[in-house]
């Protein structure tokens, strides 16, 4: 299974961007659920905790494309550090004003700048992975690596706030996020030889969301964003339920692990159906994966099923990736990856403040419906529109 990975590694640049982005990325995973534990230790809210984690991801998911097109426009490393600087400015100020009491309004104003100023890294690795790689099949590789690497991501982060959150101090979990932020970050900036040159384009040239194929799977990036928002807030309360909020880190961890195994198979297979059947299967299978989780009420039970759950995850965000590289023209490649991922960032904010609020109504067995309901969205959009995804306009590849 490692053979179609260990080549990668060999292309010039690629370990030290892909360390460097790899730390860079990981705080965006520790966000969500670092905020949720800290406001909800102070308020006893879940409701606030996920509204003001839903506005760090809606502030990332709107401005994520616009510094997508500054970065397609002007190169990685001269958007990159003013951004990360005012991100980790941003962070800072939120837990000394969660520290100080501060008026609430506070808290969702720096929560708004930081997550504004959270630059869309994995697009940017993937834009370096397209830039260096002619080979459609060492691409497929490559993507499927950062999709893995995604989900390690999503194992570690989140695990690992829980842990420290709740073991040694409520903040220290956001503190690691803002070091790791910068560091990474930096470091991936300073990385000049691997980053894509500017393509000078025409000004009046349109978005890539006005491209067809775009607009659809973002719509299912949307739905696939509030499946990951909910399921992230709903664990935390599901596991404090039954007794130990500690378990929600070990409960997502299967989540996204069971992603990571299905990722690395995905990568190392050479498939001979295209990208668009590709799709839809995955997002079939995620609903059918998804069901078992809303009839359970027991811990171990739920990390199993969780794990299964994850299933398929990487194989959909592998595909929707790889679409996007062949769907936009090379120009505007990082603003066209960036349209996922803030897609992504509207869904999480949706499903996290969805997730809180019914999760404080219904409790959290009944709150997994939100997830299932917009996994099923996102499968009926997928279905219904893989038209879109036939004829690709601007081709680097073949099997489309």
């Keep these: 299974m490692v053979g179609p990975y260990r080549g990668l590694f060999a292309t010039r640049g690629a370990k030290s961007f892909v360390i460097a982005g790899f730390v860079g990325r990981i705080p965006m995973s520790m966000l969500s659920i670092g905020i949720t534990l800290l406001i909800h230790h102070l308020t006893g809210s879940f409701a606030t905790a996920g509204a003001l984690a839903a506005v760090v991801s809606l502030a990332y998911a709107v401005a994520a494309p616009l510094s997508g097109r500054l970065v397609d426009r002007y190169g990685q490393a001269r958007v990159i550090v003013p951004f990360a600087v005012v991100h980790a400015a941003a962070l800072t100020a939120l837990m000394l004003l969660v520290h100080a009491h501060a008026p609430l309004w506070t808290f969702f104003l720096s929560a708004a700048i930081a997550g504004s100023s959270a630059t ?29 690497a995604d989900e390690v991501i999503f194992v570690a982060g989140p695990s690992f706030t829980a842990v420290v ?5 409520v903040y220290a979990g956001l503190i690691v996020a803002v070091v790791l932020a910068t560091v990474g970050s930096l470091s991936f900036a300073l990385l000049k030889s ?40 709903v664990t935390v309360s599901f596991a404090e339920e039954h007794g130990t909020t500690t378990a929600a880190g070990l409960l997502l961890a299967c989540f996204s692990g069971g992603s990571m195994v299905s990722g690395l198979w995905y990568g190392a297979r ?14 079939i299978v995620f609903v059918v994966g998804l069901t078992p989780v809303l009839l359970i009420g027991d811990l171990r039970l739920m990390a ?8 398929a995850i990487s194989p959909t965000l592998i595909t929707s990736f790889s679409l996007i590289e062949r769907l936009v023209p090379s120009g505007q490649l990082t ?13 999480v904010a949706v499903g996290a403040w969805a997730g809180g609020h019914l999760t404080d109504t219904y409790g959290a067995s009944n709150a997994y419906g939100f997830a299932y309901g917009a996994a099923l969205l996102a499968m009926v959009v997928g279905v219904a529109g893989s038209g879109w995804l036939r004829t690709p306009v601007a081709v680097r590849n073949s099997g489309s």
């Design 270 to 283: 050479a498939w001979k159906i295209t990208l668009r059947r590709r799709l839809t299967r995955a997002l």
């Design 165 to 169: 959150a709740t073991s040694v101090n």
């Design 194 to 233: 691997t980053e894509p040159p500017v393509v000078r384009r025409h000004e009046r040239q349109r978005s890539p969301i006005g491209i067809p194929g775009v607009a659809l799977l973002s719509m299912v990036m949307l739905a696939m964003g509030a499946v990951f928002g909910c399921v992230d807030v």
């Design 304 to 311: 199993l099923a969780l794990f299964f759950a994850g299933l």
């Design 335 to 347: 603003e066209g990856m960036s349209w996922l991922t803030t897609s992504i960032g509207f869904g």
């Design 120 to 148: 869309s890294l994995g697009s940017m690795v993937r834009a370096r992975w397209s830039h260096l790689l002619d080979d459609p099949a060492r691409l497929h590789s490559a993507f499927s690596f950062e999709s893995v």
